[in-house]
């Protein structure tokens, strides 16, 4: 019996989550790239960190509220151009 756009599928999830297993980095790359990419990765980290905690919007978002979430969830304190980058990520993630 073929499936229906109003059927909803329920998906069972029977562990816990685990998160993917860490690559190296390509080699060959400048500093700068290296430098960049980690600051991405962990401004996105702290952004998702921020939207679960109900925080929504970038004038909510101080340096200060950033740094706390931060050290809640066990990441080195960032650094103001970091906390700046997770505002810009707030702000086109809507």
Known sequence: ?????TESKTV????PYVPLQKRPLPAGRPRKWYIRHNRR????RL?????DSGIYLPSQAS?????RTAALIDIRPPSDTTCRL???LMRYSR
């Open 41 to 44: 990765l962990k401004a996105m």
């Open 63 to 67: 340096n200060e509220r950033i740094r």
């Open 12 to 15: 069972i999830i029977d562990r």
């Open 1 to 5: 019996m073929p499936a229906t756009a």
């Open 47 to 51: 952004t998702i960190a921020l939207l």
């Open 86 to 88: 997770v505002r810009t």
